[in-house]
């Protein structure tokens, strides 16, 4: 019914999805690159166990990270967020950032995102 699961945050999650899954489906890890309390997500240092952990189930294959950015009109802290997550991604060598949002995807756009969620922009025009 879907191609990516953007929001596994959890091994718990990756282990119920695994447990259900009829395929192999294709994920990112949501991480938290902003430290906002409101916000879900691994925490970058936490990261590399979380990958290593997935790596051991069958059904999940981990291909990018997601992250969302800071609820902020600051520039410079959203793009630190984005820049992070790259960095994250590059040093997980998988191929995908999934970050930016109908108030920020330029800034996601110019950080390496390849997938932006606009949702707002398409169904309300007042972003």
């Known amino acids: 019914m879907f191609d990516i699961i953007q929001s596994v945050d959890s091994f718990p999650l990756a282990e119920e999805i695994n447990k259900h899954a009829d395929r192999v489906v294709e994920c990112f890890v949501e991480v938290n690159t902003s430290g906002e309390a409101s916000k879900y997500g691994v925490k970058p240092l936490d990261l590399p166990l979380l990958l290593r952990s997935i790596s051991n189930l069958h059904n ?13 009109r600051d520039k410079d802290l959203i793009r630190r967020s984005f820049k992070k997550l790259r960095e994250l991604r590059d040093a997980a060598q998988l191929k995908h950032l999934s970050m930016g949002m109908s108030e920020d995807y330029p800034l996601a756009i110019e950080e390496g995102s390849d997938i932006i969620r606009i949702g707002r922009m398409i ?5």
Not at 60 to 72: D, E, S, Y
Not at 123 to 127: L, P, Q, T
Request: zero cysteines.
């Open 123 to 127: 169904f309300n025009r007042e972003v």
């Open 60 to 72: 999940l294959k981990v291909t990018g990270l997601m992250t969302m950015g800071p609820l902020t």
